[in-house]
Nanobody, 124 residues
Framework: EVQLVESGGALVQPGGSLRLSCVAS????????IGWFRQAPGKDREGISY????????YYADSVKGRFTISSDNAKNTVYLQMNSLKFEDTAVYYC?????????????????WGQGTQVTVSS
């Protein structure tokens, strides 16, 4: 059974940090890149970052560049999203998803597998 399980979401103050985790199982990890998406209430889903865990290719959306860092631990089939200097507008449900490494993209419908999401709320 294919699974992507996110964790690490929480309530945090502006300027704070969180680390999200995405644990993958049920498919060949090396055949897929892992992306992070987020969706705030009333807004479209936004692709914010991906990592090719084999060659290390990384992408960041402008909205998170310089504040978020994506990384992977291939031995654990896990991808992390370190989020620093959090802002109110980072509040959203964060999802990880898997796309074949031959199709590195942030286009959501190209992603084959999705997690259930984890809530990040930035509030004072």
């Amino acid at each position: 059974e294919v699974q992507l399980v996110e964790s690490g979401g929480a309530l945090v103050q502006p300027g704070g940090s969180l680390r999200l985790s995405c644990v993958a199982s049920g498919f060949t990890f090396d055949d897929y890149a892992i992306g992070w998406f987020r969706q705030a209430p009333g807004k479209d889903r936004e692709g914010i970052s991906y990592i090719n865990t084999v060659d290390g290719s990384i992408y960041y959306a402008d909205s998170v560049k310089g504040r978020f860092t994506i990384s992977s631990d291939n031995a654990k089939n896990t991808v992390y999203l370190q989020m620093n200097s959090l802002k109110f507008e980072d509040t959203a449900v964060y999802y990880c998803a898997a796309v074949p490494t031959s199709m590195l993209t942030m286009v959501a419908h190209e992603y084959h597998y999705w997690g259930q999401g984890t809530q990040v709320t930035v509030s004072s």
